[in-house]
């Protein structure tokens, strides 16, 4: 089977899912009530695939801004990485300084050294001045020593806030990394079931209403040179051909992607940087009334939001929109969880 007509056939199979019931004329009372059971089952797990949807969305989320929290603390770690490196070496110096005097006094007779030098003034006056002398180096050993004892506690108070964080960091990270893992299973899973369900109602459709499945064909097939009017037009181009490609968390294409990165794969080939979350996308650029909408705009769903899509005009956008699934063009006006737009 060709990819459109593939295309086409899921355009319909979605529609009649989300319409509920459809009118077959002449269909017999068993087909009709065979379909109808079929798409209860669809609609409820339909029902329990977007809650789980949402929830792994709401968790994908989260675990980015774990993400930029572990970034954050990292720099901060290599910034106390140095100061322990430098005092470290500032350590080393106050030491070896130490050493040096302990060994010129060891040389000099040490104790015996001193009371000689003392003994051996010939007046008051380089009695005074001896002592003084002896008493100034006392003081810069003393000095040293406490210098070498304070950079020993804050070398270890340091090392201490170091690993402490690196732990930290590490465990939050994991811990929503997990967390989106065991959620986005849970959605592969139910999205499973609803495909077996999806494929029974296929076949009913194709025995009894062939001509249905064409009515409903009118996806952008993408081909022909990318436009050159705006960035916006450009990026559409760009993710058009990412249309059919799988859904995959963190994955930014060019084989799969999920939501954001998919927008942050098209607007890359046309020379603007993207962040890599729904959250921090919705903040670049300038935001715009859903009135104005126009295409290449991203438009985002969820509060908080944990969902973005690129609008390509006539009420509709294209998202990656969860595990199980692949990118596709869907209608912005089934959407009631719709939370604003922005203009890259």
């Not at 050493?99 to 005074?128: E, K």
């Not at 890359?268 to 919705?282: D, E, K, R, W």
Request: a positive charge.
């Amino acid at each position: 089977m060709r990819p459109s007509t593939r295309l086409a056939i899921s355009a319909c199979l979605t529609f009649f899912v989300a319409l509920g019931t459809v009118t077959f004329g002449g269909a017999s009372p068993a087909f009709a009530g065979q379909l109808e059971r079929k798409q209860a089952q669809a609609a409820a797990v339909q029902k329990q695939l977007a809650s789980l949807t949402k929830k792994a969305e709401i968790a994908q989320e989260a675990y980015g801004v774990a993400q930029q929290r572990y970034a954050a603390v990292t720099v901060k770690v290599k910034a106390a990485a140095w100061r322990l490196a430098q005092l470290r070496r500032r350590q080393s110096v106050l030491q070896a300084a130490l050493d040096y005097r302990a060994d010129r006094m060891y040389r000099d007779g040490g104790d015996v050294g001193i009371l000689n030098a003392l003994l051996s003034a010939r007046s008051i006056a380089q009695v005074t001045f001896t002592f003084q002398a002896l008493s100034d180096i006392a003081d810069a050993n003393a000095a040293t020593v406490a210098q070498i004892r304070s950079a020993k506690a804050r070398t270890l108070a340091v090392h201490h806030a170091l690993l402490a964080g690196q732990a930290e960091a590490a465990h939050q990270r994991a811990v929503m990394a997990a967390n989106a893992l065991t959620v986005h299973r849970e959605v592969a899973q139910t999205n499973k079931v609803l495909a077996g369900i999806q494929s029974d109602i296929k076949r009913l459709i194709a025995e009894q209403q062939a001509a249905a499945a064409a009515q409903y064909s009118g996806f952008l097939i993408p081909g022909g040179n990318p436009p050159t009017s705006s960035k916006g037009a450009a990026a559409v181009w760009w993710a058009e051909k990412a249309l059919g490609r799988p859904y995959v968390w963190g994955a930014t294409g060019p084989k799969s992607f999920d939501c954001s990165g998919l927008c942050l794969w098209a607007y890359a080939h046309v020379g603007v940087s993207l962040p890599h979350y729904s959250g921090a996308q919705f903040n670049c650029g300038q935001h715009v009334g859903r009135a104005y909408l126009q295409p290449g705009d991203l438009v985002f769903f969820g509060h908080p939001i944990h969902h973005v899509g690129m609008y390509i005009g006539s009420g509709r956008f294209i998202e990656a929109p969860h595990s199980g699934a692949s990118v596709r063009i869907s209608t912005l006006g089934n959407r009631g969880d719709y939370a604003g737009a922005c203009r890259p």
